[in-house]
């Protein structure tokens, strides 16, 4: 079992809709939660950076962690054609202190 | 403001051939690392360095050297390039203290026929 998982999609939706991404994850130490958005044939950039759990919120970007379930999400508010990327989720914490990566998920938002 | 800057961005060799990724930051951030994106895979972390003269192994150290001579500069050698080290390759940094706040390169894809 990977230390986290994230569906890979893809996600397609139009643009105005409310889109939700997810990542699961086993490692109860994990304090830091991390999403990335990369864009085709780019590297990726940092998105939201939380710790511990609750939600933070940036614009239409709404990032809510849940410890208790070992859950995270994303969620975009009014898509737009240019959040079209694949958005990875990152975590790190505990002993080694390593960041880990979901494998990403691609969304597609459809004008 | 160039951020991390990778060369080149796209490279094919041979199997057996060698060669050098370069990576150079001007954020003057202490930490860099190397990563390879493949698909259903993520992000796997190659090799990192916490300052001049430090590096240390990541997830997937096989097959790839690294040196640290200097805080801008951070490049990845392949020895003997194999198949299976076709891949996307990440540089990245991150200032000190904040290593999950990481500023990624744009990315060398390297294919080994």
């Known amino acids: 079992q990977k230390e986290v998982e994230q569906d890979p999609g893809p996600l397609s939706v139009p643009e105005g809709a409310i889109v939700s991404l997810n990542c699961t994850y086993s490692n109860s130490a994990f304090q830091y939660f991390m999403w990335y958005r990369q864009y085709s044939r780019k590297g990726p950039e940092l998105l939201m950076y939380?710790?511990?759990?609750g939600n933070k919120e940036d614009g239409r970007f709404t990032a809510q962690v849940d410890k208790s379930s070992k859950y995270i999400s994303l969620f975009i508010r009014d898509s737009q054609p240019s959040d079209s990327a694949t958005y990875l989720c990152a975590m790190s914490g505990g002993a080694t202190n390593k960041l880990i990566f979901g494998t990403g998920t691609l969304l597609a938002v459809q004008p | 403001n160039a951020g991390v800057t990778q060369t080149p961005k796209f490279q094919v060799l041979k199997t057996g051939q060698s060669m050098t990724l370069q990576c150079a930051q001007d954020?003057?951030?202490?930490?860099m690392s190397w990563y390879r994106q493949d698909p259903g895979m993520g992000l796997r972390l190659i090799h990192y360095s916490v300052g001049a003269g430090i590096t240390d192994q990541g997830e997937v150290p096989n097959g790839y050297n690294v040196s640290r001579s200097t805080t801008e500069d951070f490049p990845l050698r392949l020895l003997s390039a194999a198949p299976s080290q076709t891949s996307v390759y990440f540089c990245a940094s991150s200032p000190w203290g904040d290593g999950e706040k990481l500023f990624f390169g744009s990315g060398t894809q390297l294919s080994v026929l």
């Open positions: 939380t710790y511990s759990s």
């Open positions: 954020m003057n951030h202490e930490y």
